[in-house]
């Protein structure tokens, strides 16, 4: 097993001095590299480059006998600030349906956007924002809440057009799976009537109440609370008071 661990290390340091190699000769002479993967007849590069001026781009390139040939660039998912800073750089794979995926991982979640290979043009596929809510009940899981952008057809975003920022926007987004119950996170969740800022009412929740969630729109989960007297109250909570 040690012997398996110290060749599969090596193996996957051989890909990434690969890639580092095949982005070098890619991508502009005058640009700074800053991430590279490899997945064996294509590979990504993330760089600077003096023609963009606050993002760094992300590159696809597939390899061939005669080189490298370029399949698609975006110039608006990473901020320049982030790649020269080493923090919130997507890791990027190959998965097995030829689909690519871009993954952030952040403390309380993962962004994640797949892409679609289709007559050589790279497209948006669909996309999944992942929270990881705290942990609920008294064995301690940690209880997670999907929302994912199914409103974008498939194979109608180009890659180059994608903005993470409008892809992960609220009101893109619906809740994913069946009804799940949840706590409030907050001293107090105010409660809405509707899914706007707007219709905020005096009432609230407290810490440790918990909502049975079926819905989410625009920022706002509708919420199901089960009073005292037996009955269920039915109103919008804030997803910030969740998580």
């Not at 698609?72 to 800073?85: F, H, M, T, V």
């Not at 992960?168 to 799940?180: I, M, V």
């Not at 079926?214 to 804030?238: D, T």
Request: with cysteine; proline share 2%.
């Amino acid at each position: 097993m040690k012997h398996f661990i110290v060749f599969l290390t090596f193996f996957l340091f051989c890909f990434r001095v690969q890639a580092a190699e095949d982005c070098k000769k890619a991508i502009p002479t005058d640009a700074v590299l800053f991430q590279q993967f490899s997945f064996g007849a294509e590979f990504a590069c993330v760089y600077e480059s003096s023609s963009v001026q606050d993002n760094a781009i992300l590159s696809f390139y597939s390899e061939n006998v005669s080189g490298s040939k370029l399949i698609s660039s975006n110039e608006k998912l990473i901020s320049l600030e982030d790649a020269r800073d080493g923090v919130n750089l997507p890791d990027v794979t190959k998965l097995k349906s030829g689909a690519y995926q871009i993954l952030w991982d952040y403390p309380n979640g993962v962004d994640v956007i797949n892409l679609a290979l289709s007559t050589g043009v790279l497209y948006f596929d669909d996309a999944t924002k992942e929270l990881r809510l705290h942990p609920f009940g008294g064995d301690g899981e940690v209880r997670l809440l999907t929302l994912v952008n199914d409103s974008i057809a498939p194979a109608t975003l180009n890659f180059s057009n994608i903005n993470a920022s409008q892809i992960f926007d609220k009101n893109s987004l619906r809740l994913k799976g069946e009804a799940t119950d949840l706590r409030i996170s907050i001293e107090k969740a105010f409660l809405y009537s509707d899914a706007a800022e707007n219709s905020k009412t005096k009432s609230y929740l407290i810490k440790g109440d918990v909502v049975k969630v079926a819905e989410y729109k625009s920022g706002f989960l509708k919420a199901s609370y089960k009073m005292k007297n037996g009955k269920y109250l039915i109103r919008w909570v804030s997803l910030s008071s969740v998580i």
